[in-house]
């Protein structure tokens, strides 16, 4: 079946500007994670959504980070004022949310580039 | 393209060898330990996973062993082969109803023929 998508899957934007990456998950999954990877370096938490809701922020570096998830199934991760040290892969994961079913499915990622 | 294991340590093994990849993990809360294999320009695969309250699991041609006394996990894979050239990370979790991961480095897999 389909796997996680992710668009798009390169993004190059300026200095200042706001963007938009969007995930769509493996359908039936209700645990949604997004995360970022800078070169050389592991995945780093941002956000996790169970439904529509975001359980844990707690990974969201500053407040020009949001994401939201409106009907429990896309979301979108959404960067105001972008800056240079955005610049990394963002990761989207799902899993079927339930207890002591861990296992996390990734989308390839989308590369953004802050020039 | 640019690749995900740029800086990384590198292990380098001929096709047909046993390879062990360790990882070293912070947290002792943490009682779900994932391997993960990510090829360049993709994300993440799972690989295999085991829970605190073990201490060896089996796979298909991969083992993961864990020793929390030392906060050590590696991750054996048995005949190494050309397509298992990838960059290797774990990741560990507390059980919490849902598993925020922690990921370590990474380390770069390659395999010659």
């Known amino acids: 079946g389909a796997g996680v998508s992710q668009t798009p899957s390169n993004k190059v934007t300026e200095k200042g500007k706001y963007v938009e990456l969007r995930c769509d998950p493996i359908?039936?999954?209700?645990?949604l994670y997004w995360y970022r990877q800078s070169l050389g370096q592991g995945p780093e938490f941002l956000i996790y959504?169970?439904?529509?809701?975001?359980?844990?922020d707690s990974g969201l570096p500053n407040d020009r980070f949001f994401a939201v998830r409106p009907e429990g199934s896309v979301s979108t991760l959404k960067i105001q004022r972008t800056e240079r040290g955005d610049s990394a892969v963002y990761l989207c994961?799902?899993?079927?949310?339930?207890?002591?079913?861990?296992?996390?499915?990734f989308g390839p990622g989308t590369r953004l580039t802050v020039t | 393209g640019e690749s995900v294991g740029l800086h990384l340590p590198t292990l380098s093994v001929q096709e047909g060898d046993n390879s062990i990849i360790n990882c070293a993990y912070s947290?002792?809360?943490?009682?779900?330990f994932i391997w993960y294999k990510q090829e360049s320009g993709k994300g993440p695969q799972f690989i295999i996973d085991?829970?605190?309250?073990?201490d060896k699991r089996q796979g298909q041609r991969v083992t993961v062993l864990l020793n929390k006394t030392v906060k050590h996990l590696s991750l054996q894979i048995a005949a190494t082969q050309p397509g298992d050239s990838a960059v290797y990370f774990c990741?560990?979790?507390?059980?919490?109803?849902?598993?925020?991961?922690?990921f370590g480095k990474g380390t770069m897999l390659l395999v010659s023929p």
């Open positions: 994961a799902s899993s079927l949310g339930l207890a002591d079913s861990y296992e996390q499915y």
């Open positions: 959504f169970q439904g529509t809701g975001a359980a844990d």
């Open positions: 990741a560990e979790s507390k059980n919490s109803g849902y598993s925020t991961l922690t």
């Open positions: 359908s039936g999954h209700t645990a």
């Open positions: 947290n002792s809360a943490s009682d779900y």
């Open positions: 085991i829970r605190s309250n073990m």
